[in-house]
């Protein structure tokens, strides 16, 4: 497990230890996937089972929400870096990231019923969106910028229109309906696909 920096603001004093913040989000996820929920598990719960004080959990994280937040990320792997070589390679990079998450969530038990039971906390939620997805959304909406500004998309497209055309299908079949595939090859075809449609007229 990486752990992930965290979200809660730095207070002077002592350094944070790695190893305290792992053992810390390592028994929030030993209560999750032992079947407490989210909106079922407390710092104090938290804290016994890591073999820590409360007020340890309290000097890294203000609350049970920016906690989860980090539990939530210790479980994501790190968005790739678009190389910036070609518009297209890029977009697949980002599309094949999302089919790998999609299919550890269904290899994922703890991550399914993690990410299923955030969706009822909308706190919790909107921070995942702030912190997490918007910084994924950032990246694609740069590399559809570079693919105006090269020409290889149309000036008119709506580019936030845009990523939703590329990134739907994948979040359909990766969360919406679990039971369709996500072959190798899918990002590729998606892309190729929209990028046909919105590629300069002649």
């Known amino acids: 497990m990486t752990v992930p920096e965290s979200s809660a603001p730095r207070l002077r004093g002592r350094p944070r230890s790695p190893a305290t913040d792992a053992a810390i989000i390592e028994a929030a996820l030993r209560l999750l996937e032992e079947g407490a929920s989210v909106g079922g598990l407390s710092i104090e719960g938290i804290a016994r089972e890591a073999g820590v004080g409360k007020a340890t959990v309290y000097r890294r994280w203000p609350g049970k929400d920016a906690l989860m937040l980090d539990v939530l990320r210790s479980l994501e792997e790190p968005s790739p870096e678009p190389a910036g070589v070609s518009v ?46 918007a910084a994924r959304r950032a990246s694609l909406r740069a590399v559809l910028r570079r693919g105006r500004e090269s020409g290889e998309i149309r000036a008119d497209v709506d580019l936030e229109l845009l990523a939703d055309l590329f990134t739907g299908p994948m979040l359909a079949r990766a969360m919406l309906h679990e039971w369709k595939e996500l072959p190798e090859g899918l990002a590729e075809r998606i892309v190729d696909t929209v990028l046909e449609g919105v590629s300069p007229r002649h």
């Open 88 to 133: 297209r390679d890029d977009l697949v990079t980002i599309l094949e990231f999302m089919r790998r998450r999609g299919l550890a969530k269904r290899n994922s038990a703890l991550l399914r019923s993690v990410i299923t039971q955030m969706h009822a906390h909308k706190e919790l939620w909107r921070a995942y969106d702030e912190n997490v997805i």
